[in-house]
């Protein structure tokens, strides 16, 4: 259920995020700001992330990838635009 998980306090204002049903990576964030376009988040993690036409980072669906691929896919951002959080709104990557 999505209805227990914090916002937390400290969220960008341009982002793109999701809700995940399960495990200790609840909410996904992009910071749209943030992003410089390199791709390599859609090219680890295709069905979690996707590109739009600004050449910005979004997510399609955060429960395409298991949260290995996830957080494979958040370190492979050049910027650390990509934000993960547990269900108590702490920041799980990047620390």
């Known amino acids: ?9 400290n969220l960008p204002e341009n982002l793109s ?3 995940r049903k399960e495990g200790k990576i609840r909410r996904i964030v992009v910071d749209r700001t943030g992003c410089i376009g390199a791709r390599s988040c859609a090219i680890v993690a295709p069905n979690t992330f996707g590109i739009d036409d600004q050449n910005l980072a979004f997510v ?4 395409a990838h298991d949260e290995e691929t996830i957080l494979l896919a958040a370190q ?3 910027v650390l635009a990509i934000h993960l959080f547990d269900a108590d709104g702490q920041k799980v990557f990047p620390e």
């Open 1 to 9: 259920m999505t209805d227990d998980i914090k916002t937390p306090d």
């Open 76 to 78: 492979s951002c050049p």
């Open 60 to 63: 399609t669906d955060p429960d």
């Open 17 to 19: 995020q999701a809700i």
